[in-house]
Protein backbone atom coordinates (compact mmCIF):
# COMPACT_ATOMS: atom_id res chain seq x y z
CA UNK A 1 0.00 0.00 0.00
CA UNK A 2 1.06 3.34 -0.86
CA UNK A 3 1.81 6.04 1.58
CA UNK A 4 -0.15 9.43 1.78
CA UNK A 5 2.78 11.29 0.83
CA UNK A 6 3.46 8.81 -2.14
CA UNK A 7 -0.25 8.94 -3.20
CA UNK A 8 -0.24 12.79 -2.75
CA UNK A 9 2.83 13.01 -4.93
CA UNK A 10 0.87 10.73 -7.78
CA UNK A 11 -1.78 12.77 -7.73
CA UNK A 12 -0.11 16.20 -7.95
CA UNK A 13 3.13 15.82 -9.35
CA UNK A 14 3.33 19.52 -9.33
CA UNK A 15 3.67 19.84 -6.09
CA UNK A 16 7.57 17.39 -6.31
CA UNK A 17 8.16 19.80 -8.50
CA UNK A 18 7.59 22.77 -6.25
CA UNK A 19 9.86 21.48 -3.47
CA UNK A 20 7.17 19.26 -1.00
CA UNK A 21 8.92 17.05 1.13
CA UNK A 22 8.36 13.18 1.05
CA UNK A 23 8.12 12.99 4.76
CA UNK A 24 5.21 15.33 4.86
CA UNK A 25 3.08 12.24 5.12
CA UNK A 26 4.23 10.98 8.12
CA UNK A 27 1.49 13.22 9.78
CA UNK A 28 -1.67 12.29 11.16
CA UNK A 29 -4.54 12.01 7.90
CA UNK A 30 -6.52 15.34 9.10
CA UNK A 31 -3.81 16.87 10.03
CA UNK A 32 -1.66 16.16 6.91
CA UNK A 33 -4.74 16.65 4.37
CA UNK A 34 -5.25 20.60 6.20
CA UNK A 35 -1.67 20.93 5.60
CA UNK A 36 -1.10 19.55 2.67
CA UNK A 37 -3.56 21.69 0.85
CA UNK A 38 -2.39 24.73 2.50
CA UNK A 39 0.88 24.01 1.54
CA UNK A 40 0.42 23.72 -2.06
CA UNK A 41 -1.75 26.56 -2.31
CA UNK A 42 0.76 28.78 -1.08
CA UNK A 43 3.61 26.87 -3.57
CA UNK A 44 1.48 26.92 -6.93
CA UNK A 45 1.04 30.65 -5.65
CA UNK A 46 4.38 31.28 -6.07
CA UNK A 47 5.56 29.13 -8.58
CA UNK A 48 3.36 31.28 -10.60
CA UNK A 49 4.25 33.87 -13.40
CA UNK A 50 3.57 37.33 -11.96
CA UNK A 51 1.47 39.61 -14.56
CA UNK A 52 3.01 41.88 -16.68
CA UNK A 53 1.72 45.48 -14.96
CA UNK A 54 3.89 47.15 -17.64
CA UNK A 55 1.81 46.62 -21.08
CA UNK A 56 3.81 47.41 -24.11
CA UNK A 57 2.79 50.99 -25.80
CA UNK A 58 0.41 50.67 -27.72
CA UNK A 59 0.80 49.63 -31.48
CA UNK A 60 0.91 52.65 -34.22
CA UNK A 61 1.27 55.13 -31.48
CA UNK A 62 4.16 56.52 -33.47
CA UNK A 63 2.32 56.06 -36.60
CA UNK A 64 2.48 59.16 -38.80
CA UNK A 65 -1.04 60.84 -38.76
CA UNK A 66 -1.97 61.94 -42.23
CA UNK A 67 -2.64 65.66 -43.09
CA UNK A 68 -3.85 68.07 -45.50
CA UNK A 69 -0.97 70.79 -46.10
CA UNK A 70 -1.05 73.98 -48.24
CA UNK A 71 2.56 75.99 -49.07
CA UNK A 72 2.29 79.96 -47.87
CA UNK A 73 2.45 82.50 -50.43
CA UNK A 74 2.50 86.13 -50.34
CA UNK A 75 -0.70 87.79 -52.28
CA UNK A 76 -0.31 90.10 -55.00
CA UNK A 77 -1.12 93.05 -55.50
CA UNK A 78 -4.39 91.10 -57.55
CA UNK A 79 -5.49 89.66 -54.41
CA UNK A 80 -5.43 92.33 -52.58
CA UNK A 81 -8.14 94.62 -54.19
CA UNK A 82 -10.99 91.88 -53.39
CA UNK A 83 -13.86 91.75 -55.27
CA UNK A 84 -16.79 92.80 -52.85
CA UNK A 85 -20.53 91.97 -53.76
CA UNK A 86 -22.65 95.27 -54.01
CA UNK A 87 -26.64 96.05 -54.70
CA UNK A 88 -27.51 99.42 -56.36
CA UNK A 89 -29.64 101.72 -54.45
CA UNK A 90 -31.11 105.18 -55.06
CA UNK A 91 -29.56 108.71 -54.06
CA UNK A 92 -32.23 109.67 -52.37
CA UNK A 93 -34.86 107.32 -50.54
CA UNK A 94 -37.75 108.34 -48.60
CA UNK A 95 -39.48 106.88 -45.89
CA UNK A 96 -42.83 108.56 -46.31
CA UNK A 97 -45.66 108.42 -43.44
CA UNK A 98 -48.70 109.95 -42.35
CA UNK A 99 -48.47 113.55 -40.01
CA UNK A 100 -50.80 112.06 -37.56
CA UNK A 101 -52.36 108.55 -35.91
CA UNK A 102 -54.97 107.17 -37.72
CA UNK A 103 -56.24 103.27 -38.84
CA UNK A 104 -54.82 102.58 -42.83
CA UNK A 105 -58.05 102.02 -45.30
CA UNK A 106 -56.59 102.66 -48.78
CA UNK A 107 -52.72 101.84 -50.38
CA UNK A 108 -52.78 102.49 -53.67
CA UNK A 109 -49.91 101.50 -55.12
CA UNK A 110 -47.11 98.47 -54.77
CA UNK A 111 -43.90 98.05 -54.99
CA UNK A 112 -42.07 98.61 -58.07
CA UNK A 113 -44.82 101.24 -59.61
CA UNK A 114 -43.56 104.26 -60.62
CA UNK A 115 -45.01 107.08 -59.45
CA UNK A 116 -44.92 111.37 -60.05
CA UNK A 117 -44.82 113.98 -57.61
CA UNK A 118 -48.53 115.04 -55.79
CA UNK A 119 -49.33 111.38 -56.41
CA UNK A 120 -51.99 109.69 -53.79
CA UNK A 121 -49.97 106.83 -52.27
CA UNK A 122 -52.37 105.55 -49.04
CA UNK A 123 -55.47 107.48 -47.16
CA UNK A 124 -55.95 107.17 -43.41
CA UNK A 125 -60.06 106.56 -42.61
CA UNK A 126 -61.69 109.99 -42.58
CA UNK A 127 -64.55 109.09 -40.39
CA UNK A 128 -61.97 110.12 -37.49
CA UNK A 129 -61.63 113.88 -38.41
CA UNK A 130 -64.96 114.41 -39.88
CA UNK A 131 -66.51 115.54 -36.73
CA UNK A 132 -63.72 118.21 -36.06
CA UNK A 133 -64.12 119.61 -39.56
CA UNK A 134 -68.10 120.02 -39.15
CA UNK A 135 -67.49 121.53 -35.80
CA UNK A 136 -64.50 123.85 -37.73
CA UNK A 137 -67.33 124.87 -40.16
CA UNK A 138 -70.09 125.69 -37.21
CA UNK A 139 -67.93 127.92 -35.41
CA UNK A 140 -66.95 129.39 -38.37
CA UNK A 141 -70.74 130.36 -39.29
CA UNK A 142 -71.38 131.37 -35.73
CA UNK A 143 -68.22 133.99 -35.96
CA UNK A 144 -69.55 135.80 -39.06
CA UNK A 145 -73.05 136.15 -37.98
CA UNK A 146 -71.86 137.40 -34.66
CA UNK A 147 -69.75 139.77 -36.17
CA UNK A 148 -72.58 141.13 -38.90
CA UNK A 149 -74.48 141.72 -36.18
CA UNK A 150 -71.84 143.60 -34.37
CA UNK A 151 -70.94 146.12 -37.08
CA UNK A 152 -74.88 146.90 -37.81
CA UNK A 153 -75.51 147.81 -33.73
CA UNK A 154 -71.86 149.94 -34.63
CA UNK A 155 -73.02 151.51 -37.73
CA UNK A 156 -76.86 152.74 -35.69
CA UNK A 157 -74.86 153.89 -32.69
CA UNK A 158 -72.36 156.14 -35.07
CA UNK A 159 -76.07 157.42 -36.53
CA UNK A 160 -77.15 158.22 -33.49
CA UNK A 161 -74.22 159.97 -31.90
CA UNK A 162 -74.76 162.38 -34.83
CA UNK A 163 -77.93 163.17 -33.96
CA UNK A 164 -76.29 163.66 -29.91
CA UNK A 165 -79.06 160.55 -28.88
CA UNK A 166 -76.01 158.93 -27.34
CA UNK A 167 -73.14 159.20 -26.05
CA UNK A 168 -69.59 158.81 -27.39
CA UNK A 169 -68.49 156.06 -24.41
CA UNK A 170 -71.72 154.04 -26.26
CA UNK A 171 -70.43 154.14 -29.22
CA UNK A 172 -66.73 153.01 -28.64
CA UNK A 173 -68.30 149.94 -26.27
CA UNK A 174 -69.72 148.79 -29.40
CA UNK A 175 -66.57 149.62 -32.21
CA UNK A 176 -65.08 147.32 -29.20
CA UNK A 177 -67.53 144.67 -29.66
CA UNK A 178 -67.16 144.47 -32.88
CA UNK A 179 -63.18 144.09 -32.64
CA UNK A 180 -63.65 141.42 -30.71
CA UNK A 181 -66.08 139.68 -33.27
CA UNK A 182 -64.03 139.95 -35.92
CA UNK A 183 -61.60 138.41 -33.98
CA UNK A 184 -63.53 135.54 -33.39
CA UNK A 185 -64.15 135.20 -36.94
CA UNK A 186 -60.52 135.31 -37.63
CA UNK A 187 -59.90 132.23 -34.72
CA UNK A 188 -63.02 130.57 -36.50
CA UNK A 189 -61.31 130.67 -40.00
CA UNK A 190 -57.89 129.71 -38.66
CA UNK A 191 -59.42 126.44 -36.70
CA UNK A 192 -61.12 125.69 -40.12
CA UNK A 193 -58.02 125.67 -42.06
CA UNK A 194 -56.69 123.31 -39.06
CA UNK A 195 -59.37 120.94 -39.76
CA UNK A 196 -58.51 120.99 -43.29
CA UNK A 197 -54.88 120.59 -42.79
CA UNK A 198 -56.12 117.22 -41.06
CA UNK A 199 -58.19 116.13 -43.74
CA UNK A 200 -55.30 116.44 -46.03
CA UNK A 201 -52.41 115.07 -43.53
CA UNK A 202 -54.45 111.92 -43.88
CA UNK A 203 -53.00 111.72 -47.38
CA UNK A 204 -49.44 110.84 -48.38
CA UNK A 205 -48.71 112.17 -51.54
CA UNK A 206 -45.28 111.40 -53.41
CA UNK A 207 -43.18 114.47 -53.67
CA UNK A 208 -40.69 113.53 -56.32
CA UNK A 209 -41.24 111.18 -59.51
CA UNK A 210 -39.41 107.87 -58.57
CA UNK A 211 -40.20 103.95 -57.68
CA UNK A 212 -42.21 102.53 -54.95
CA UNK A 213 -39.08 100.11 -53.24
CA UNK A 214 -40.97 98.92 -50.24
CA UNK A 215 -44.15 98.88 -48.25
CA UNK A 216 -44.03 99.10 -44.31
CA UNK A 217 -47.95 98.77 -43.21
CA UNK A 218 -50.80 96.48 -44.04
CA UNK A 219 -54.52 97.35 -44.69
CA UNK A 220 -56.25 97.89 -41.33
CA UNK A 221 -53.40 98.69 -39.37
CA UNK A 222 -53.58 101.29 -36.91
CA UNK A 223 -50.59 103.89 -37.81
CA UNK A 224 -48.57 106.05 -35.27
CA UNK A 225 -47.67 109.39 -36.60
CA UNK A 226 -44.47 109.32 -38.72
CA UNK A 227 -44.49 105.84 -38.91
CA UNK A 228 -42.72 104.61 -42.30
CA UNK A 229 -45.49 103.35 -44.66
CA UNK A 230 -43.91 103.87 -48.47
CA UNK A 231 -40.74 103.87 -49.28
CA UNK A 232 -40.09 105.49 -52.75
CA UNK A 233 -36.60 105.60 -54.47
CA UNK A 234 -36.22 109.35 -56.00
CA UNK A 235 -35.25 109.08 -59.54
CA UNK A 236 -32.04 110.46 -60.44
CA UNK A 237 -28.69 109.40 -59.14
CA UNK A 238 -27.71 105.98 -58.70
CA UNK A 239 -25.17 104.58 -55.93
CA UNK A 240 -23.74 101.25 -55.13
CA UNK A 241 -24.18 99.83 -51.76
CA UNK A 242 -20.97 97.47 -50.63
CA UNK A 243 -20.42 96.30 -46.98
CA UNK A 244 -16.72 96.10 -45.93
CA UNK A 245 -14.84 93.96 -43.72
CA UNK A 246 -12.97 95.66 -40.25
CA UNK A 247 -10.01 95.55 -41.38
CA UNK A 248 -10.52 97.35 -45.33
CA UNK A 249 -11.67 100.72 -43.15
CA UNK A 250 -8.18 101.99 -42.55
CA UNK A 251 -7.63 102.08 -46.30
CA UNK A 252 -10.57 103.72 -47.37
CA UNK A 253 -11.53 107.32 -47.52
CA UNK A 254 -13.97 109.87 -49.13
CA UNK A 255 -13.61 110.26 -53.06
CA UNK A 256 -11.61 106.98 -53.11
CA UNK A 257 -12.10 105.61 -56.74
CA UNK A 258 -13.67 102.31 -57.03
CA UNK A 259 -15.21 100.17 -60.15
CA UNK A 260 -18.71 98.39 -60.60
CA UNK A 261 -19.93 96.38 -62.97
CA UNK A 262 -22.52 93.99 -63.04
CA UNK A 263 -22.16 90.47 -61.01
CA UNK A 264 -23.98 88.67 -64.18
CA UNK A 265 -20.79 89.23 -66.03
CA UNK A 266 -17.45 88.10 -66.31
CA UNK A 267 -15.19 90.97 -64.66
CA UNK A 268 -12.66 90.97 -67.52
CA UNK A 269 -15.69 91.14 -70.12
CA UNK A 270 -18.08 93.35 -68.02
CA UNK A 271 -18.85 97.05 -68.47
CA UNK A 272 -17.12 98.92 -65.80
CA UNK A 273 -18.91 101.95 -63.85
CA UNK A 274 -16.67 104.38 -62.15
CA UNK A 275 -17.56 105.46 -59.20
CA UNK A 276 -16.27 106.97 -55.28
CA UNK A 277 -16.74 106.85 -51.99
CA UNK A 278 -19.41 109.45 -50.84
CA UNK A 279 -20.07 107.68 -47.70
CA UNK A 280 -18.54 105.08 -44.87
CA UNK A 281 -20.78 104.21 -41.73
CA UNK A 282 -18.99 104.94 -38.44
CA UNK A 283 -21.07 102.05 -37.24
CA UNK A 284 -20.92 98.18 -37.61
CA UNK A 285 -23.44 96.27 -38.59
CA UNK A 286 -24.66 94.04 -36.00
CA UNK A 287 -24.82 91.06 -37.06
CA UNK A 288 -21.64 90.74 -39.92
CA UNK A 289 -19.84 93.48 -37.72
CA UNK A 290 -19.32 94.97 -41.39
CA UNK A 291 -19.40 98.36 -42.18
CA UNK A 292 -22.12 99.85 -45.29
CA UNK A 293 -20.00 101.93 -47.46
CA UNK A 294 -22.17 104.15 -50.47
CA UNK A 295 -20.35 104.43 -53.64
CA UNK A 296 -21.59 107.09 -55.95
CA UNK A 297 -21.90 105.95 -59.68
CA UNK A 298 -20.89 108.74 -62.22
CA UNK A 299 -21.62 106.63 -65.36
CA UNK A 300 -24.91 105.99 -67.21
CA UNK A 301 -26.95 104.12 -64.85
CA UNK A 302 -30.19 105.46 -65.58
CA UNK A 303 -31.40 101.58 -67.44
CA UNK A 304 -30.39 99.07 -64.35
CA UNK A 305 -33.24 98.40 -61.90
CA UNK A 306 -32.79 99.38 -58.58
CA UNK A 307 -31.78 96.37 -56.54
CA UNK A 308 -29.62 94.63 -58.88
CA UNK A 309 -26.27 92.91 -57.45
CA UNK A 310 -23.21 94.34 -58.59
CA UNK A 311 -19.47 93.92 -58.32
CA UNK A 312 -17.09 96.50 -56.63
CA UNK A 313 -13.54 96.80 -56.43
CA UNK A 314 -11.12 99.34 -55.58
CA UNK A 315 -8.86 100.63 -57.82
CA UNK A 316 -5.58 102.72 -57.93
CA UNK A 317 -4.79 101.95 -54.12
CA UNK A 318 -2.86 98.66 -54.68
CA UNK A 319 0.08 101.33 -52.77
CA UNK A 320 -1.71 101.51 -49.55
CA UNK A 321 -2.81 97.80 -48.98
CA UNK A 322 0.10 95.51 -47.17
CA UNK A 323 2.01 92.72 -48.98
CA UNK A 324 3.50 91.22 -46.35
CA UNK A 325 0.64 88.86 -45.64
CA UNK A 326 -0.42 85.21 -46.70
CA UNK A 327 -3.48 83.39 -47.17
CA UNK A 328 -4.38 80.71 -46.48
CA UNK A 329 -7.76 78.58 -45.74
CA UNK A 330 -9.74 78.77 -42.64
CA UNK A 331 -9.29 75.09 -41.33
CA UNK A 332 -6.05 75.84 -41.10
CA UNK A 333 -6.42 78.05 -38.16
CA UNK A 334 -6.13 76.06 -34.77
CA UNK A 335 -7.50 78.30 -31.71
CA UNK A 336 -6.07 77.87 -27.90
CA UNK A 337 -5.97 79.66 -24.57
CA UNK A 338 -7.64 82.54 -26.20
CA UNK A 339 -5.03 82.69 -29.27
CA UNK A 340 -4.62 81.56 -32.88
CA UNK A 341 -2.11 79.11 -34.20
CA UNK A 342 -1.08 77.38 -37.26
CA UNK A 343 0.56 73.48 -37.42
CA UNK A 344 4.28 74.66 -39.34
CA UNK A 345 5.29 71.36 -41.32
CA UNK A 346 9.25 70.82 -41.00
CA UNK A 347 9.61 68.87 -43.87
CA UNK A 348 12.85 67.39 -42.99
CA UNK A 349 11.73 65.79 -39.72
CA UNK A 350 8.33 65.32 -40.63
CA UNK A 351 6.90 67.10 -37.54
CA UNK A 352 4.91 69.86 -36.66
CA UNK A 353 5.40 72.84 -34.94
CA UNK A 354 2.54 75.06 -33.19
CA UNK A 355 3.32 78.71 -34.36
CA UNK A 356 1.03 81.81 -33.18
CA UNK A 357 -0.40 83.75 -35.87
CA UNK A 358 -2.51 86.99 -36.32
CA UNK A 359 -5.45 86.99 -38.24
CA UNK A 360 -6.22 90.35 -40.17
CA UNK A 361 -9.27 89.56 -42.28
CA UNK A 362 -11.39 86.96 -43.90
CA UNK A 363 -12.32 87.12 -47.42
CA UNK A 364 -13.81 84.21 -50.40
CA UNK A 365 -10.16 82.86 -50.90
CA UNK A 366 -9.77 82.23 -47.04
CA UNK A 367 -7.62 83.89 -44.19
CA UNK A 368 -5.48 86.75 -44.85
CA UNK A 369 -2.44 85.98 -41.92
CA UNK A 370 0.45 88.50 -41.30
CA UNK A 371 3.61 87.55 -42.62
CA UNK A 372 6.57 86.84 -40.49
CA UNK A 373 8.09 89.63 -37.76
CA UNK A 374 11.11 88.61 -35.17
CA UNK A 375 9.13 91.53 -33.28
CA UNK A 376 5.89 89.28 -33.03
CA UNK A 377 4.60 86.12 -32.01
CA UNK A 378 4.37 85.05 -35.91
CA UNK A 379 8.51 84.69 -35.64
CA UNK A 380 9.33 81.32 -37.84
CA UNK A 381 6.37 81.70 -40.38
CA UNK A 382 7.37 83.10 -43.54
CA UNK A 383 6.52 82.55 -47.34
CA UNK A 384 7.65 78.91 -48.46
CA UNK A 385 6.17 77.31 -45.65
CA UNK A 386 4.19 74.18 -45.00
CA UNK A 387 1.00 74.21 -42.61
CA UNK A 388 -1.62 71.66 -42.14
CA UNK A 389 -5.05 73.06 -43.34
CA UNK A 390 -7.14 69.36 -42.47
CA UNK A 391 -6.72 67.84 -39.01
CA UNK A 392 -5.14 70.10 -37.03
CA UNK A 393 -7.49 69.33 -33.82
CA UNK A 394 -6.03 66.25 -33.80
CA UNK A 395 -1.90 66.66 -33.23
CA UNK A 396 0.28 67.56 -30.93
CA UNK A 397 3.75 69.27 -30.16
CA UNK A 398 6.21 67.45 -32.46
CA UNK A 399 3.87 64.46 -34.01
CA UNK A 400 4.99 62.54 -37.09
CA UNK A 401 2.58 62.96 -40.14
CA UNK A 402 2.39 62.17 -43.54
CA UNK A 403 1.16 65.12 -45.70
CA UNK A 404 -1.07 65.57 -48.69
CA UNK A 405 -1.62 68.67 -50.91
CA UNK A 406 0.17 71.48 -52.62
Known sequence: MKSFAQASRDA???????GLSPSFGRQSPSRSRFLLAAVVFVMLSACSKPEDSHPSSVAGEDKARPVRTVVLAQH?????NTVYPAE???RHESRLGFRLAGKLVARQVQAGDRVVAGQILARLDPTETAPQTAAAKAQLLGAETDL?????DLQRLIDLRSKGFVSEAQVDRQRAAYDAAKARLEAAQAQLAQAGNTVEFQVIRADAPGVVVGLDAELGQVIAAGQSVVRVARDGEREALVYLPEA???GLALGQTWSVWLASESSS?????PAVIREISPLAEPGTRTFAVRLAMTGAVGALPLGISLQAQAVGQRSALPTDDFLTPATALYSRDGKTYVWKVDERSATVKLVAVTVIGFSDQGVRLKASNPQDALAGLSAGDR????GVHFLREGQKIRWTGA
Open 12 to 18: DPGSQAC
Open 88 to 90: LRA
Open 248 to 250: KMP
Open 387 to 390: VVTA
Open 269 to 273: DAKRF
Open 76 to 80: SPSEQ
Open 148 to 152: KLAQI
